[in-house]
């Protein structure tokens, strides 16, 4: 099954696309969404929807996990973030993939098994997973593929 992970955000959108399988999981792209900041935010949501757009169509995800928004210690980005977010959920919609929500303590959870385990920590798991020892350098890009990760070990 090929799954999109998805870590929302206005400057910066991550994905993860991996197919995972009962033996394993393969990633087979991953990078991010980035949004000039001086542009209006409405030209920032059109561009992660076009992005977007094009992500899907060239590698055609059988499902998403996209981040759930669960707290924010800047209420300043939590109104442009969850924009982005409901764009990337109509990105979804419009080409009929099922998207499943997980907050940020739902995947560390299922990854390391700790509710509350540091970056560090999640990006090890993801390492293992993947078998590899190279992660992209973006956090938000390695969050999305956590993300995808923790799907997929609540489908298979």
Same mark, same amino acid.
């Given at each position: 099954?090929?799954?999109?992970?998805?870590?929302?955000?206005?400057?910066?959108? /991550?994905?993860?696309? #991996?197919?995972?399988?009962?033996?394993? #999981?393969?990633?087979?792209?991953? /990078?991010?969404?980035?949004?000039?900041?001086?542009?209006?935010?409405?030209?920032? $949501?059109?561009?992660?929807?076009?992005?977007?757009?094009?992500?899907?169509?060239?590698?055609?995800?059988?499902?998403?996990?996209?981040?759930? $928004? *669960? *707290? *924010?210690?800047?209420?300043?980005?939590?109104?442009?973030?969850?924009? !982005?977010?409901?764009?990337?959920?109509?990105?979804?919609?419009?080409?009929?993939?099922?998207?499943?929500?997980?907050?940020?303590?739902?995947?560390?959870?299922?990854?390391?098994?700790?509710?509350?385990?540091?970056?560090?920590?999640?990006?090890?798991?993801?390492?293992? !997973? $993947?078998?590899?020892?190279?992660?992209?350098?973006?956090?938000?890009?390695?969050?999305?593929?956590? #993300?995808? #990760?923790?799907?997929?070990?609540?489908?298979?």
């Amino acid at each position: 099954m090929k799954i999109l992970g998805i870590d929302p955000g206005m400057a910066i959108v /991550g994905y993860g696309i #991996i197919e995972a399988e009962d033996d394993g #999981i393969e990633l087979i792209t991953s /990078g991010s969404i980035q949004t000039d900041k001086k542009l209006s935010d409405s030209k920032r $949501l059109l561009e992660i929807y076009n992005d977007l757009t094009t992500v899907v169509n060239k590698y055609k995800p059988d499902c998403a996990s996209v981040e759930e $928004l *669960f *707290f *924010f210690k800047n209420q300043k980005t939590v109104i442009p973030v969850a924009e !982005a977010r409901g764009v990337i959920l109509t990105v979804l919609e419009k080409f009929n993939i099922p998207a499943y929500s997980y907050t940020p303590m739902e995947v560390k959870q299922v990854l390391t098994g700790y509710g509350r385990a540091e970056k560090k920590e999640v990006e090890q798991m993801v390492r293992i !997973a $993947l078998k590899t020892d190279k992660l992209p350098k973006l956090d938000d890009t390695v969050d999305a593929i956590a #993300i995808a #990760i923790c799907h997929s070990r609540n489908i298979i």
